[in-house]
């Protein structure tokens, strides 16, 4: 069964930065593009970064484009999202997420908080 | 971007069939997904590809997709069942995912 481990979350003040990690379990990891997903509190689920399974293609939302930056490094089966600039907004707790092929989400973390506030 | 449009809220007696609409322009052109959620936990794959299910989900669990609408059915509903469900798809034009606002379901 594959696990996905998210970490890098925290407390931060407006403007500084964050990067997010997220760790795969097993020997698939290269096959599978990736997503993150967000959720503030109380809210629904947002759609943030997508990233290839050679790192070459990425997109991501409005909302974070020129911001954040999503890489990924297979020989240590890893996901990241670089967050800089980052706003009140961006308040949320932060899933990754493996994307089966067919653009659904098959397997999904227990996410990393994130809370920018002074 | 595209809009996916879900009621806010779906109540169901015990036993009885809830179906939660996912509205969009000409979805039924386009592949659609549904998560559960329950609270204090990361979402559940349950339909993709309109209608299939993953291994492990109920066959309670069904989905169809026609015109402007996307249906997830949860037939003979359980209390277990309680949770917000989103829709999902891939905005090929935009090359973005969109989500559903969430449906909460509440068995009665």
């Known amino acids: ?118 | 971007s595209y809009v996916l449009t879900q009621p806010p809220s779906v109540s169901v007696a015990p036993g009885q069939t809830a179906r939660i609409t996912c509205g969009g322009d000409n979805i039924g052109s386009r592949s659609v997904h549904w998560y559960q959620q329950k609270t204090g936990q990361a979402p559940v794959l349950v339909v993709y590809d309109d209608k299939d299910r993953p291994s492990g989900i109920p066959e309670r669990f069904s989905g169809s997709n026609s015109g402007n609408t996307a249906t997830l059915a949860i037939s003979r509903v359980e209390v277990v069942d309680e949770a917000d469900y989103y829709c999902q798809l891939w905005d090929t034009s935009r090359d973005h995912v969109a989500f559903g606002g969430g449906t909460k379901l509440t068995v009665l």
């Open chain 1, 1 to 118: 069964e594959v696990k996905l481990v998210e970490s890098g979350g925290g407390l931060i003040q407006p403007g500084g930065s964050l990067r997010l990690s997220c760790v795969a379990s097993g020997d698939t990891f290269g096959r599978y593009w990736m997503h993150w997903v967000r959720q503030a509190p109380g809210k629904g689920l947002v759609w943030v970064s997508r990233i290839s399974t050679d790192g070459s293609d990425t997109s991501y939302a409005d909302s974070v484009k020129g911001r954040f930056t999503i890489s990924r490094d297979n020989a240590k089966n890893t996901v990241y999202l670089q967050m800089n600039s980052l706003r009140a907004d961006d308040t949320a707790l932060y899933y990754c997420a493996r994307d089966q092929i067919n653009d659904s989400f098959d397997v999904w973390g227990q996410g990393t908080m994130v809370t920018v506030s002074s």
